[in-house]
């Protein structure tokens, strides 16, 4: 039971352009939702977070929008820097109270220079 | 401020054998997490602790997996035996409370192959 879904296991876009990716979730009880960034033989870092009370979260180049009643949430990054190209997981905060994530099965991210 | 540190950064084992992992978390960092990331999917929690005490290890297999926080601070996850599709990367994280949406700090992994 997949609860965090990233149905598109890579995008390429062109330097300067914009760069989305995309995150589907089953839980509507999910009360945070987050993007990580992943480099080659690093561990992921945490890039932006929304709440679920909220429908977008901007933090200078990257913007997270949320749809809860499509249970959708995506991360826009403009404009694209070929230092983005990373796996990006999609992760999910339930409301049990131990704060776990729940990740998604990433998205490989090529910008073109 | 130091990160999360992990030794080894890779491992290789042969099947039935034993592998332990260590993890210093960044200090006063209440909340550790063991994560496994099998290649080509995410992170899966294995164990979290708060302070010394276990929170959630629903997921970890305990049959052949254990993990300890001693004084709440350094922790080390061991598997005994080892199976073939315990090759992961095994990475550990910590917060200074539980995550909600401030995220949490990872380290680098440790890397286990076990043929």
């Known amino acids: 039971d997949q609860q965090v879904k990233q149905n598109s296991p890579s995008l390429s876009v062109q330097e300067g352009r914009i760069s989305i990716l995309n995150c589907d979730y089953t839980?509507?009880?999910?009360?945070?939702f987050l993007w990580y960034k992943k480099y080659p033989a690093e561990g992921p870092t945490f890039l932006i977070s929304?709440?679920?009370?909220?429908d977008k979260n901007e933090d200078g180049r990257f913007t997270v929008f949320l749809n809860k009643s499509a249970k959708h949430l995506s991360l826009h990054i403009v404009p694209s820097q070929p230092g983005d190209s990373a796996v990006y997981f999609c992760?999910?905060?339930?409301?049990?109270?131990?704060?776990?994530?729940?990740f998604g099965t990433g998205t490989r991210l090529k910008v073109l220079a | 401020e130091a990160g999360v540190a992990q030794s080894p950064r890779y491992k290789i084992i042969e099947k039935r054998q034993s592998v332990a992992f260590w993890c210093n978390p960044i200090?006063?960092?209440?909340?550790l997490y063991w994560y496994q990331q099998i290649l080509g999917q995410g992170p899966k929690l294995l164990i979290q602790?708060?302070?010394?005490?276990?929170?959630?290890d629903s997921q970890l297999p305990k049959d052949r997996f254990s993990a300890e926080r001693l004084k709440g601070v350094d922790s080390t996850l061991k598997i005994q035996p080892a199976k073939l599709e315990d090759s992961a990367v095994y990475l550990c994280?910590?917060?200074?409370?539980?995550?909600?949406?401030?995220?949490?700090?990872f380290g680098s992994g440790t890397r286990l192959t076990v043929v």
């Open positions: 929304i709440s679920s009370i909220k």
């Open positions: 602790f708060q302070n010394n005490g276990v929170v959630d």
């Open positions: 200090s006063g960092h209440a909340t």
């Open positions: 839980n509507s009880m999910f009360d945070y």
């Open positions: 994280a910590s917060s200074l409370v539980g995550g909600g949406g401030y995220g949490y700090t």
């Open positions: 992760a999910a905060s339930g409301t049990s109270g131990t704060y776990k994530y729940i």
